[in-house]
């Protein structure tokens, strides 16, 4: 299984970005061609404290192939595209791998 996990950082009106993330940029995100599984979630520390990223999503698809293929499609553009309206280049990161399940 090949993963994109995306983190991003605190946004200025929390709200206004998860409205947009759950009304707008997660049905776009799910769209996406061969996706197996979408997650995200608002990121907790355990002792209360602010935690380092404001929210994580991770995307899989069967190959690395299929997931470049997939941000590659319209729907992947669309989804590209819609990050402007609710987030900025500087303010979430990309990470990208093979994942290996242990258990």
């Known amino acids: ?3 994109m996990t995306v983190t991003y950082h605190h946004p200025a009106d929390p709200e206004k970005f ?10 776009l995100a ?3 061609p ?15 404290s602010t935690p380092r990223h ?16 997939a941000l590659g499609s319209p729907e992947g553009e ?3 595209a819609d990050m ?3 987030t900025t ?5 990309l990470v990208f791998g093979e994942v290996t399940k242990t258990v």
């Open 84 to 86: 402007a309206n609710f």
């Open 30 to 32: 799910a769209k996406l």
């Open 1 to 3: 299984m090949y993963r």
């Open 34 to 48: 061969g996706l197996r599984a979408y997650e995200w979630a608002v990121a907790e520390s355990p002792d209360g």
């Open 78 to 80: 669309a989804g590209t």
């Open 54 to 69: 404001f929210m994580v999503a991770t995307l899989d698809w069967d190959t690395q192939e299929e997931a470049l293929a």
């Open 89 to 93: 280049p500087d303010a979430f990161e």
């Open 18 to 27: 998860l409205r947009h993330y759950r009304e707008v940029h997660a049905p």
